[in-house]
């Protein structure tokens, strides 16, 4: 059974930082492209930012220059770092996989920045 399991959110104040961690479990992660989405109230799921299998990286237009995604294959575990975190930041952050043709996503963690 597939699962992804995200942790590291929480509150934190405009101007801080944060790192949230997305676990997979059933998948082999080398072989898997991995991306954060959030999703505001009210608002649409975006892009925060991917990995490729082969490293490179592509961040979305709200967050570049504020936010780092890697992901360590030993671990299975996909990692992503904003900082700058405005109040506009505050959303569920999603962990999203493309492995085998399929695609697979976390439950959720919540990161509300304060002002």
């Known amino acids: 059974q597939v699962q992804l399991v995200e942790s590291g959110g929480g509150l934190v104040q405009a101007g801080g930082s944060l790192r949230l961690s997305c676990e997979a479990f059933g998948i082999t992660f080398s072989l898997a492209a991995s991306t954060w989405y959030r999703q505001a109230p009210g608002q649409q799921r975006e892009l925060v930012a991917m990995v490729f299998t082969t490293g490179s990286t592509h961040y979305g237009d709200s967050v570049k220059g504020r936010c780092t995604i890697s992901k360590d294959n030993a671990k299975s575990t996909a990692y992503l770092q904003p900082s700058s975190l405005k109040p506009e930041d505050t959303a569920v952050y999603y962990c999203?996989?493309?492995?085998?043709?399929?695609?697979?996503w976390g439950q959720g963690t919540q990161v509300t920045v304060s002002s």
């Open positions: 999203h996989a493309t492995f085998a043709g399929n695609v697979y």
